[in-house]
């Protein structure tokens, strides 16, 4: 059996594949990319195209699949979305030209983590991650590669760096080590990272600082090295690595921020519901990036946030000059993202156009912030530079009405080229100029039926019959002889052909190298455009505070260095927005110096959720430099948050809500500090009953006496408020409740002191449930108190009783004695979970 040959064209694929077995590669032949072999099964299923085969004659035929290349995008697209990696190879020689297999390259590697072109621009960041270790000490670098932003830090353990990753909301790790199992199932498993390896490492002093430390030199280095090994060219856009610390931000982790809806709802996924969508004024892509990027990091540094604060209010104050700023923001672009484009080299004479749109409004946008007068905006002015020589090199060369594409001409405007002009003369008169000589020979010669014609061989040429030889005049001169006549031609006929054909020859070339000059021109100019769009993205972000703090009636948080909170008539702003015209009831939070706990109870669907998000909102927007939502508020500066709002399993990694719980109060008791912030709502409800509340005591008192943090803990368990007797820094709260024949009304309002009763089954009859269900439950309600009552005035019974958390108090059970042993004041959580698991076995 004869081995089939491989044609010298598919032999070039497969070197090529070779060199990318990770990626779909798409291969250009003429107008379409192709993929063959596996990647033309596998992207034609997922793709849905129509899968063929080359060589269908042979014995194995090989699959085939293609798309368009002026629609590839949104195939590229959906791959990418999927999580896999596009390789582009594209034809790098004019197949006329061309010498036997025409030459390929891949020239760009698309992966989830550099994505910069896509056919639905998204406005949000995707930023690409790196990862390294030296010892345990770990280290994360991460980059926007659309933009260029560049970041680098150190941090202690992987359960950080995962946590970091997540905040990021990051699709693709580059890793610079060997992961262990249990850190690849964590990245790619539980967290569908695609993960990237990387060994080598790019030195690049004007991008890495040398005072990074080497573990960060050696992370970000790796981190440009895969930039350059994907995206196959040097990007000028790239900005210097900033080095930050998690310390430097208010913490907290992907859980609290999802719980709190603080970028999306967390329960829909959607943009309505959150912060975001509550403080999303913005004008600008680039303003909306930042908005989430100072929600996603709040500040501690207070002298940053009363900066933010100082401007905020300067909007609030100028009104008219502030809307004025708002109308010329809406016609500035994404120039962030251009500046990138002009880096890849994909500038289209669009962008250049909108460029020079933003530019022609930054003066405008100057003016008006110089005019208020104001020393809070100087630092704000001082970033917004015009670039006029930018401008006034883009609008006096690009056509306002210029194409998308660079190679079709007319790009370039009347006037900025004396030799376009001359060519773009020649091809709109030309026509005329050969009427007009062909008119004035016929009447020189007397050929009343003299005529120039044309053709690709002659060019243009006087025909004339053999009949009309005779009055041939001096001037011209023969270029073809036929049967019945002859084409002559004459100098000034010549030229006009020269020009003619010069002109439509070379005029679009001409225009595309006009433009490409205008393009590396522009490129220099890039640091300064980055500059400016920081600077006209805090513009956007800011006045948005201040249109929301007056929509929302917001007023300006004062911080102490106190750790008291007083929060006058809070409330939760984006709950107030949604509920729109209803009405919203606020709640005061006052946690003094020496209060640094509150114990909440009260019934389901008071409050008890709202009372304790509401806090965490106002802090989270007093730390962004927002106002915040309250008739007055004053608070120290937190470092972090943590919470445990709401129940639910995470599946993917096979742990019940219980031990999410748990594992989630882990994090808080050890991580937390007295200047930290923790929610927790109904901890311990997702064990058995006496568990859970040993388990919420245990909490509680850990908190109370070792950590020290401000913390909110709602919770069902009534027995729990005693602790008031003995915690002194512990106070008991409740939701008011009004009780009037028979019929609960919810107040949510917090009051002073312990709820009386839970009204579960008030909520039960509020959510419908039959009537007589609800009068089953009220009975059972009442005989089970009794039956509690019973148990405190009682003596047990030595009697054998069934089995259940009952008996395990009885006098005589053997595990009275190890539970009365147990020092719950030296125990972690995690560890009273796991007496309490052991003791239950015993039983």
């Given at each position: 059996?004869?081995?089939?040959?491989?044609?010298p064209?598919?032999?070039?694929?497969?070197?090529?594949?070779a060199q990318?077995?990770?990626a779909?590669?798409?291969?250009?032949?003429?107008d379409?990319?192709?993929?063959?072999?596996?990647?033309a099964?596998?992207?034609?299923?997922?793709?849905e195209l129509?899968?063929t085969?080359?060589?269908k004659?042979?014995?194995?035929?090989i699959?085939?699949?293609?798309?368009?290349?002026?629609?590839?995008?949104?195939?590229i697209?959906?791959?990418?979305?999927?999580?896999h990696?596009?390789a582009?190879?594209?034809?790098?020689?004019d197949?006329?030209?061309a010498?036997?297999v025409?030459?390929?390259?891949v020239?760009?590697?698309?992966?989830?983590?550099?994505?910069?072109?896509?056919?639905?621009?998204d406005?949000?960041?995707n930023?690409?991650?790196a990862?390294d270790?030296d010892g345990?000490e770990?280290a994360?670098?991460?980059?926007?590669?659309?933009?260029?932003?560049?970041f680098?830090?150190?941090?202690?353990?992987?359960?950080?760096?995962?946590?970091?990753i997540?905040?990021?909301?990051?699709r693709?790790?580059?890793?610079g080590?060997?992961?262990?199992?249990?850190q690849?199932?964590?990245?790619?498993?539980?967290?569908n990272l695609?993960?990237s390896q990387?060994t080598?490492?790019?030195?690049d002093v004007?991008l890495?600082d040398?005072?990074?430390?080497?573990?960060?030199?050696a992370?970000?280095?790796?981190l440009?090295?895969?930039?350059?090994r994907?995206?196959?060219?040097?990007?000028?856009?790239?900005?210097k690595?900033?080095?930050?610390?998690?310390k430097?931000?208010?913490?907290?982790d992907?859980?609290t921020?999802s719980?709190?809806?603080?970028?999306?709802?967390?329960r829909?996924?959607?943009?309505?519901?959150s912060?975001?969508w509550?403080?999303?004024?913005?004008?600008t892509?680039?303003?909306?990036?930042?908005l989430?990027s100072?929600i996603d990091?709040p500040?501690v540094?207070s002298?940053?946030?009363?900066?933010?604060?100082e401007?905020?209010?300067v909007?609030l104050d100028?009104?008219?000059?502030?809307?004025d700023v708002?109308?010329?923001?809406?016609g500035v672009?994404?120039?962030?993202r251009?500046?990138?484009?002009?880096?890849?080299?994909?500038?289209?004479?669009?962008?250049?156009l909108?460029l020079?749109?933003?530019?022609?409004n930054?003066?405008t946008i100057?003016a008006i912030l110089?005019?208020?007068h104001?020393?809070?905006?100087?630092?704000?002015?001082?970033q917004?530079?015009?670039?006029?020589?930018?401008?006034?090199?883009i609008?006096?060369?690009?056509?306002?009405?210029?194409?998308g594409?660079?190679t079709d001409?007319?790009?370039?405007?009347?006037g900025?080229?004396?030799?376009?002009d001359?060519?773009?003369?020649?091809m709109r008169?030309?026509?005329?100029?050969?009427?007009?000589?062909?008119?004035?020979?016929r009447?020189?010669?007397?050929i009343?039926?003299?005529?120039?014609?044309?053709?690709?061989?002659?060019?243009?040429y006087?025909h004339?019959?053999?009949s009309?030889?005779?009055?041939?005049?001096?001037?011209?001169?023969?270029?073809?002889t036929?049967?019945?006549?002859?084409?002559?031609g004459?100098?000034e006929?010549a030229?006009?052909?020269g020009q003619?054909?010069?002109?439509?020859?070379?005029?679009s070339?001409l225009?595309?190298e006009?433009?490409?000059?205008?393009?590396?021109?522009?490129?220099?100019?890039i640091?300064?455009?980055q500059a400016?769009a920081?600077?006209?993205?805090?513009?956007?972000v800011?006045?948005?505070?201040?249109?929301?703090?007056?929509?929302?009636h917001?007023?300006?948080?004062?911080?102490?260095?106190?750790?008291?909170?007083?929060?006058e008539?809070?409330?939760?702003?984006?709950?107030?927005?949604?509920?729109?015209?209803?009405?919203?009831?606020?709640?005061?939070i006052?946690?003094d110096?020496?209060?640094?706990?509150q114990?909440?109870?009260?019934?389901n669907?008071?409050?008890?959720?709202?009372?304790?998000r509401?806090?965490?909102?106002i802090v989270?927007?007093?730390?962004?430099?927002?106002y915040?939502?309250?008739?007055a508020?004053?608070?120290?500066i937190?470092d972090?948050?943590?919470?445990?709002?709401?129940a639910?399993?995470d599946?993917?990694?096979g742990?019940?809500?219980?031990?999410?719980e748990?594992?989630?109060?882990?994090?808080?008791?050890?991580?937390?500090?007295k200047q930290?912030?923790?929610?927790?709502?109904?901890l311990?409800?997702?064990?058995a009953?006496?568990?859970?509340?040993?388990?919420?005591?245990?909490?509680i008192?850990y908190?109370?006496?070792?950590?020290?943090?401000?913390?909110?803990?709602?919770?069902?368990?009534?027995e729990?408020?005693a602790l008031?007797k003995?915690?002194?820094?512990l106070q008991?709260?409740?939701?008011?409740?009004?009780e009037?024949d028979?019929?609960?009304?919810?107040?949510?309002?917090?009051?002073d002191?312990p709820?009386?009763k839970?009204y579960?089954?008030h909520?039960?009859?509020?959510?419908?449930?039959?009537?007589?269900?609800?009068?089953r439950?009220?009975?059972?309600?009442?005989?089970?108190?009794?039956?509690?009552?019973?148990?405190?005035?009682?003596?047990v019974?030595?009697?054998?009783?069934d089995?259940?958390?009952?008996d395990?108090?009885?006098?005589?059970h053997p595990?009275?004695?190890?539970?009365r042993?147990?020092?719950?004041?030296?125990?972690?959580?995690m560890?009273?979970?796991i007496?309490l698991?052991?003791?239950?076995?015993?039983v």
């Amino acid at each position: 059996m004869t081995k089939e040959k491989i044609s010298p064209g598919m032999q070039q694929y497969l070197d090529i594949k070779a060199q990318h077995p990770d990626a779909f590669l798409l291969f250009r032949m003429g107008d379409f990319y192709e993929l063959f072999y596996e990647d033309a099964v596998e992207a034609a299923q997922i793709l849905e195209l129509t899968l063929t085969s080359r060589n269908k004659n042979a014995e194995h035929p090989i699959p085939m699949a293609g798309v368009p290349y002026h629609a590839a995008q949104q195939y590229i697209d959906t791959l990418v979305e999927l999580g896999h990696k596009v390789a582009i190879a594209e034809q790098m020689e004019d197949p006329k030209t061309a010498v036997g297999v025409v030459k390929r390259a891949v020239v760009q590697i698309i992966t989830p983590g550099t994505v910069v072109d896509s056919a639905k621009p998204d406005a949000e960041s995707n930023f690409l991650v790196a990862i390294d270790r030296d010892g345990k000490e770990f280290a994360l670098s991460y980059m926007d590669v659309a933009t260029g932003q560049f970041f680098v830090t150190k941090l202690a353990d992987f359960a950080s760096v995962s946590g970091e990753i997540r905040n990021l909301r990051a699709r693709e790790v580059v890793v610079g080590f060997e992961l262990t199992e249990s850190q690849e199932q964590v990245l790619h498993s539980q967290m569908n990272l695609l993960l990237s390896q990387e060994t080598d490492c790019v030195e690049d002093v004007q991008l890495i600082d040398s005072s990074l430390s080497e573990l960060e030199k050696a992370v970000a280095g790796k981190l440009l090295s895969y930039v350059h090994r994907t995206q196959l060219r040097e990007l000028s856009h790239l900005q210097k690595v900033q080095r930050y610390e998690i310390k430097d931000y208010l913490q907290m982790d992907y859980a609290t921020k999802s719980s709190l809806d603080l970028l999306e709802n967390g329960r829909t996924g959607k943009k309505h519901g959150s912060l975001y969508w509550l403080m999303d004024e913005t004008k600008t892509a680039m303003g909306m990036r930042l908005l989430r990027s100072w929600i996603d990091r709040p500040l501690v540094d207070s002298s940053r946030i009363l900066e933010r604060q100082e401007i905020v209010q300067v909007f609030l104050d100028y009104f008219f000059e502030r809307s004025d700023v708002t109308e010329s923001l809406k016609g500035v672009y994404d120039i962030e993202r251009l500046a990138s484009r002009v880096s890849f080299g994909k500038t289209t004479p669009k962008d250049l156009l909108q460029l020079a749109q933003t530019l022609g409004n930054v003066p405008t946008i100057k003016a008006i912030l110089e005019q208020i007068h104001q020393p809070a905006l100087a630092n704000l002015i001082a970033q917004l530079d015009a670039i006029p020589e930018l401008h006034a090199l883009i609008s006096a060369a690009i056509d306002p009405d210029a194409q998308g594409t660079i190679t079709d001409g007319n790009i370039i405007k009347a006037g900025f080229d004396e030799q376009l002009d001359q060519y773009r003369l020649v091809m709109r008169e030309g026509t005329g100029w050969i009427a007009e000589i062909e008119a004035k020979e016929r009447a020189n010669s007397g050929i009343n039926n003299l005529k120039i014609d044309y053709n690709k061989k002659d060019g243009y040429y006087f025909h004339v019959t053999n009949s009309n030889l005779g009055h041939v005049p001096a001037h011209f001169f023969r270029k073809a002889t036929l049967k019945n006549s002859e084409r002559f031609g004459t100098e000034e006929l010549a030229k006009i052909e020269g020009q003619m054909l010069e002109a439509r020859d070379k005029s679009s070339n001409l225009e595309y190298e006009i433009f490409m000059r205008i393009r590396q021109e522009v490129e220099k100019y890039i640091g300064r455009l980055q500059a400016l769009a920081q600077g006209l993205a805090t513009v956007d972000v800011l006045q948005a505070f201040a249109v929301v703090a007056e929509m929302q009636h917001l007023v300006r948080p004062n911080f102490s260095d106190q750790r008291a909170i007083a929060i006058e008539n809070g409330r939760h702003a984006v709950v107030e927005k949604v509920m729109g015209t209803q009405s919203y009831i606020p709640n005061s939070i006052y946690l003094d110096e020496e209060t640094d706990m509150q114990l909440i109870t009260g019934p389901n669907m008071s409050g008890k959720s709202t009372y304790m998000r509401q806090l965490a909102m106002i802090v989270i927007m007093a730390q962004m430099g927002a106002y915040v939502p309250a008739d007055a508020a004053t608070l120290p500066i937190f470092d972090a948050i943590f919470t445990r709002i709401g129940a639910a399993d995470d599946l993917v990694s096979g742990q019940s809500t219980f031990m999410v719980e748990m594992m989630e109060a882990n994090k808080a008791v050890r991580l937390a500090s007295k200047q930290s912030l923790i929610l927790f709502d109904e901890l311990g409800r997702g064990t058995a009953t006496y568990d859970g509340m040993a388990l919420a005591q245990a909490i509680i008192e850990y908190i109370h006496d070792k950590v020290g943090a401000k913390t909110l803990f709602a919770t069902h368990y009534h027995e729990l408020t005693a602790l008031d007797k003995e915690l002194q820094h512990l106070q008991n709260v409740h939701v008011s409740t009004l009780e009037k024949d028979g019929q609960v009304t919810f107040l949510h309002k917090i009051a002073d002191g312990p709820a009386d009763k839970s009204y579960g089954i008030h909520v039960a009859k509020i959510a419908g449930l039959p009537t007589d269900l609800l009068q089953r439950a009220d009975s059972i309600l009442r005989n089970l108190e009794h039956q509690a009552a019973s148990v405190t005035t009682t003596q047990v019974s030595d009697q054998p009783v069934d089995a259940g958390q009952m008996d395990l108090f009885a006098v005589d059970h053997p595990v009275v004695e190890k539970i009365r042993q147990l020092n719950l004041n030296q125990m972690t959580p995690m560890d009273a979970m796991i007496t309490l698991a052991n003791l239950q076995k015993e039983v």
